[in-house]
């Protein structure tokens, strides 16, 4: 039995996000599909991140496991002549059986991208939010800097969220960029809550608009409480962009 790893790229906009649901189009889905056309058998893909609907990524991984003689460097070619045009395989490697696309990750890197322009892009709609009210980046920025380390994050997680053993994680980094109308927020953690970089966008959107200083995101940390956070920001703006492991 083979253990097939893959890096993999996509666009989430028409897809119910990663994980397989029964009567909707997800990625999951799409590769089990293909693999199964492939070699006639049903496997179970396992995915380092489980994107939401609408959720993109560049550097997605993933492994399964199969009896197939297929060499390992044919299998971006044999799965992308049988997946959609907004699914690509970009890479595949034999790894060893212990090896867990989700389980084995030490780290894992978002980008969420912004758009702030008085009017929207034509090219990066499905991939940009687009906040047409000026930005203070330097503001942002001076917020993000207090979240990062190692917190309780549970101000940012999505409210009513299945529970989990603890809601401590350790942000690494989390750095804007700006070119032009293009903000960038790059954050990469040992882990990410559900909804949690888009919660901690949706809360930096508040101190760049105006409407709340740097300090309060501090507190926001500090008060555990989803309710006293931003807004969720929209899933087309976040994409996973890398997958670390040890």
């Known amino acids: 039995m083979r253990n097939i790893r893959c890096l993999v790229e996509y666009d989430g906009t028409d897809f119910y996000g990663f994980q397989r649901q029964k009567g909707r189009e997800t990625i999951q889905g799409c590769l089990e599909r293909a693999v199964a056309t492939l070699t006639g058998e049903r496997v179970t893909v ?63 890197t978002y980008r969420y991208t912004i758009w702030n322009a008085p009017f929207p892009s034509a090219f990066w709609r499905r991939f940009a939010y687009h906040v047409p009210t000026p930005l203070d980046v330097d503001a942002m920025r001076q917020a993000a800097s207090l979240l990062v380390g190692r917190h309780d994050f ?47 966008v949706g809360t930096l959107l508040l101190v760049g608009d105006g409407r709340r200083p740097p ?3 501090g507190e926001v940390l500090a008060s555990r409480r989803r309710e006293l956070a931003g807004p969720t920001a929209p899933a087309h703006g976040l994409c996973l962009v890398r997958v670390e492991y040890g």
């Open 46 to 108: 396992h995915g380092a991140g489980r994107t939401d609907a609408g959720v993109h990524a560049e550097g997605q991984v993933i492994n399964f496991f199969t009896t197939s003689r297929i060499p390992t460097e044919r299998w971006p070619y044999a799965l992308n002549s049988r997946l959609p045009a907004a699914i690509v395989v970009k890479a595949a490697e034999e790894a060893p059986a212990d090896f867990h696309a989700r389980k084995s990750a030490v780290a894992k």
């Open 215 to 217: 300090a309060w995101v």
């Open 154 to 200: 549970a101000a940012f997680q999505a409210a009513g969220s299945t529970p989990v053993r603890s809601t401590v994680r350790h942000l690494q980094r989390l750095d804007i960029v700006q070119d032009g109308p293009r903000i960038d927020i790059y954050g990469k953690a040992d882990g990410f809550l559900y909804h949690m970089m888009r919660n901690i």
